[in-house]
């Protein structure tokens, strides 16, 4: 059984006068225990939204969510706000983009770090502090004996990660769920945190969702990658078919556009045009097909289906990339 | 490229810092960020220059240095000819025409309660140039037609664009006074991947077509690897190392640029699986107290016990075109001296102004 197998997740923003907002559409995909599965997009493809939804962390009005969250068979969607809050930071943690607005800025850090360890293992105060020092120091924070004491706004950026990542990790939860947790730092400090986190994931044995906009980043560090245009999913590979063979249209441009280290210069970036706000509804087709250069009739006539395709991945388009034309 | 003349811009030993006040009634200065510590570097007409580093490594106030948006403490800023920082009052005013800026974030640099004609029209009258209404409309339709925007674009306001389409209006309010050199601040940073490489393609077209010098600021190595001539690379306030772009993306010699290009990540799972890391121990330090000697003894896997941490190295010319602030890039690069583990030291943000923050400006003596 999977760890977390999520079917047919939706979300639908809806506010009093306005037309409702379909965010997530339909979004299923399942996480094996061990395994980091990426979600990757740009903005407004739903990616954080559906990590808000696992979590129970979107607000209680102005939106619907359906659909089946299940984790360990028991669906996370049905249960009581007060079950949910005993999973969260126990068997779920979450690591968010903005480390500062996610730390509270008048609690020392090492209070932080163990309340999750007072309010899910039951441990007093004075075991909880120590067993937070010992976080602190797992995740490369030096001298944690005196971070303990200090406020987040004492130390940097690349330190407030990892003192968040300490706090997700402190129950040893076997999934862990990171939204762009790198994308406010610099590179050398994203280097030392995506390097702490696969080896954490190594150690713990723990699932990680890395939701990021970086195909870099996913490259090296997923096993299986679910890439998300206008709230559905794509198409879904491991991350070797993914990168060598992009079959979907906006995979495939995504890889081309961007500019990378180790290409020959001065060749011209093949854009895709257009932007996001572009899209269609789904419902009227694909929402990439104004954009797509391989569109055809049929793109045009209603969502294309998610079918599996030969190398074991999944794939919603009309008009693939051929598998022979590789990425450069 | 176009023609290759001399240098455009030339900047000797430019330094920006600012002073950390303090006190109830009386300001005392308690300290300076030293926020750019003496760079000198030439841009040539026709070219890019990149200038990349991190955060808090003083690349964006050296941009806006260069156009006096803050105020130098020392140095020359050479722009064709005659020294920037000598002119004074209208004269100054005036020599702006010619170089502009771009900002990284579209939405706030441009003035939600403009229309776009009124914002591109801003800066023709600034400069007297917008006195014929006939021929001012056609100046505004011909650039918006240079960076991809339709003329009806004229009448609307910034949020009726997407963020690319307003980084294209930021463009074209640059390019309208016709410039010679503009100066990019992160341009595409803020915008989606898939419509970075549209305003990458965009800024190469507008250079082949007009001519145009840049000096592109950004903290992606990728992207300025793909857009400039010749990169620098600065860290705390100084240049650490500068070549061609692809010279320097084929054997970077500085350690630091070693650290820095090997951190970045690259969308092939062949080539991430593979590659090794250089992992920087701790973080940037504090700009208002650099460590002494190298800036970036206290972090550098090959810092050796001598010189490393009392003496300042140079930007000296190792290969020919290729300049290295480092006292052992030689031996680095013949694998004479080898790496090995640093501890890394604590460092704290700031409390006081931090580097991005002008803050009061020291006065120019």
Redesign the interface.
């Known amino acids: 059984m999977s760890l977390l197998d999520v079917r047919d997740l939706s979300v639908v923003f809806q506010r009093r006068g306005e037309r409702p907002f379909t965010a997530v559409d339909k979004v299923s995909f399942t996480v094996e225990p061990g395994q980091t599965v990426g979600l990757v997009g740009e903005s407004g493809c739903g990616k954080s939204v559906t990590s808000l939804a696992i979590m129970g962390l979107l607000p209680r009005r102005g939106n619907k969510v359906t659909g089946e969250v299940l984790f360990d068979g028991a669906d996370l969607l049905k249960l009581r706000p007060d079950d949910m809050r005993d999973r969260r930071g126990r068997d779920i943690g979450m690591i968010f983009q903005d480390p500062l607005s996610s730390l509270n800025p008048v609690i020392p850090i090492g209070i932080q770090v163990a309340e999750v360890l007072e309010r899910h293992r039951g441990m007093d105060h004075k075991a909880a502090l120590k067993e937070a020092k010992e976080l602190l120091d797992a995740v490369g924070i030096p001298d944690p004996m005196r971070r303990l004491k200090e406020y987040p706004h004492q130390i940097s950026g690349g330190m407030r990660q990892r003192a968040l990542i300490a706090i997700a990790l402190a129950c040893k939860p076997r999934l862990l769920i990171a939204d762009e947790p790198t994308t406010a730092l610099d590179v050398t400090i994203q280097a030392q945190i995506l390097t702490l986190l696969k080896q954490l994931v190594d150690e713990t044995g723990t699932a990680l969702i890395m939701i990021t906009h970086d195909l870099g980043v996913v490259a090296g560090l997923c096993d299986t990658v679910n890439v998300l245009y206008g709230g559905k999913v794509v198409e879904r590979a491991r991350r070797h078919e993914l990168f060598g063979h992009a079959r979907h249209p906006y995979t495939h441009g995504l890889l081309n556009s961007v500019p990378r280290l180790d290409s020959p210069r001065g060749e011209r970036l093949h854009a895709i045009p257009g932007s996001v706000a572009d899209n269609i509804p789904w419902a009227e087709g694909c929402a990439f097909a104004p954009r797509c250069p391989n569109v055809v009739d049929a793109c045009l006539e209603g969502p294309p289906p998610l079918e599996p395709t030969a190398t074991g991945g999944d794939l919603r388009c009309n008009n693939p990339v051929s598998e022979e034309v590789a990425v450069p | 490229m176009t023609e290759r003349t001399g240098p455009l811009v030339e900047l000797r030993d430019v330094k920006v810092h600012f002073p950390i006040k303090s006190g109830l009634l009386v300001d005392r200065t308690v300290g300076y960020v030293y926020a750019v510590d003496g760079v000198s570097l030439s841009i040539n007409a026709g070219e890019t220059y990149g200038l990349v580093g ?2 808090g490594c003083g690349k964006s106030t050296l941009g806006r240095g260069l156009l006096r948006l803050v105020e130098p403490t020392a140095g020359e800023i050479i722009f064709d000819g005659t020294d920037v920082r000598s002119l004074k009052g209208e004269k100054m005013r005036r020599a702006r025409r010619r170089m502009q800026m771009i900002f990284q974030d579209p939405l706030s640099s441009l003035d939600p309660r403009q229309s776009v004609e009124s914002l591109l029209v801003e800066g023709l009258k600034a400069h007297g140039l917008a006195n014929d209404k006939a021929e001012t409309g056609r100046r505004l339709r011909e650039t918006l037609d240079a960076v991809g925007l339709p003329a009806s674009a004229l009448t609307k306001y910034p949020h009726e664009f ?4 307003r980084q294209r209006i930021g463009i074209a309010r640059a390019l309208v006074l016709n410039p010679d050199l503009i100066v990019a601040d992160e341009p595409v940073s803020a915008l ?7 305003v ?2 965009l800024l ?1 077209d507008l250079q082949a077509e007009r001519g145009l010098t840049y000096l592109i600021i950004a ?5 300025v ?3 400039a001539d010749t990169v620098g690379v600065m860290y705390l306030g100084g240049l650490v190392e500068e070549a061609s ?2 010279d320097l ?1 084929r054997e970077p010699l500085h350690p630091y640029t070693r ?15 593979r590659r090794e ?1 250089i ?2 121990a ?3 330090p504090s700009p208002t107290n650099p460590p002494s000697g190298c800036r970036f003894h206290t972090r550098c896997p090959w810092a050796q016990p001598t010189r490393c941490a009392d003496e300042r190295p140079a930007l000296r010319e190792v290969v020919t075109g290729h300049r290295v602030a480092c006292h052992y890039a030689e031996d680095i690069a013949a694998g004479r001296i080898r790496p090995h583990e640093v ?7 700031t ?1 006081d102004a931090a580097p991005g923050d002008p803050g009061e400006l020291i006065p120019t003596p």
């Not at chain 2, 650290?259 to 969308?267: F, G, K, R, Y």
């Not at chain 2, 501890?343 to 943000?349: G, K, S, T």
């Open positions: 991190e955060s997407s963020g690319g389409q989606d991947v898939s419509i970075q490489a549209q990458l393609n190469e903290h992606d190595l990728a992207v690897r793909h857009i772009s692809d993306y650290a820095l290009m090997s951190a970045v990540p690259v969308p092939d799972p062949v080539v991430e699986d890391r992992l920087l701790g973080d940037l501890e890394p030291e604590l460092v704290r943000p409390d």
